[in-house]
């Protein structure tokens, strides 16, 4: 996935590229202080998606923005910025954003941000046509098809769990057909091992999941999660 990168912070554009190698998918395309730099990428290279922030030593990302979709250039556009007033946020909706996220934000957000571009282009790829739970998920209903009704998702959640990730964990595991590892389902939501187990132990304890020890023939026994 071919990535863009509009940030006049050196420090935060230097962070930012960081986090996006981690991810083997991701090719990013050009790194720019200003949206007169990014322009020619834009226009010769087929952008995936755009990083953009909104304070700009030229214009906001907003006013560029709405260049973009005056030129009918529907490129998926995830605005992050310290501007967090409702007007920018709702320029932000109107020109049609993927996501929004307010500085200073976590690796875990910034991961599920660029999840939803991925998982959007995915979906676009494999489809002429799309039903309503296609829709759906573009648009993120229903897509812990409901799972949130036995789980705690606000501020019933223990100290170190974000609500965000614990969606798309329920999201990962209705997606499962059969029992998973700990390791399994950290591979699918790209977070460590580490961080996956504590929310399913969490699950375990509201008791929307159980857990079955599978002893193998050789090396350790492993623990195996299912839907109760």
């Known amino acids: 996935m071919n990535v863009l990168i509009i940030e006049d912070d050196p420090m935060v554009a230097k962070l930012n590229e960081d986090f996006l190698k981690t991810i083997p998918t991701i090719n990013i395309v050009g790194n720019y202080r200003t949206t007169e730099e990014a322009k020619e990428a834009l226009q010769e290279k087929k952008i995936d998606a755009l990083l ?20 009918n250039n529907q490129v998926p556009v995830i605005l992050i910025t310290a501007a967090n ?22 690796a875990e957000r910034f991961l599920l941000a660029i999840q939803k571009v991925m998982k959007q282009k995915k979906l676009f790829s494999q489809l002429q046509h799309a039903n309503q739970q296609n829709i759906d998920a573009l648009f993120n209903e229903h897509s812990t098809k409901n799972a949130s009704a036995n789980v705690p998702l606000s501020n019933d959640l223990p100290k170190g769990l974000a609500k965000l990730t614990m969606e798309k964990v329920l999201e ?14 950290a591979k699918k939501i790209g977070i460590s091992r580490i961080s996956t187990k504590k ?25 195996r999660y299912k839907k109760t």
């Open 85 to 106: 007033d409702i007007e920018t946020i709702q320029q932000a909706l109107a020109l049609g954003v993927i996501d929004y996220l307010v500085k200073p934000f976590t």
């Open 172 to 185: 990962k595991i209705n997606e499962e057909t059969t029992s998973f590892s700990t390791e399994e389902l």
């Open 199 to 223: 929310y399913l132990t969490f699950l375990v304890e509201s008791n929307y999941l159980t857990e079955d020890i599978v002893y193998q023939e050789v090396g350790r026994p492993t623990i």
């Open 52 to 71: 953009l922030d909104n304070y700009l030593p030229n214009q906001t990302g907003i006013e560029f923005l709405a260049e973009l979709r005056k030129e």
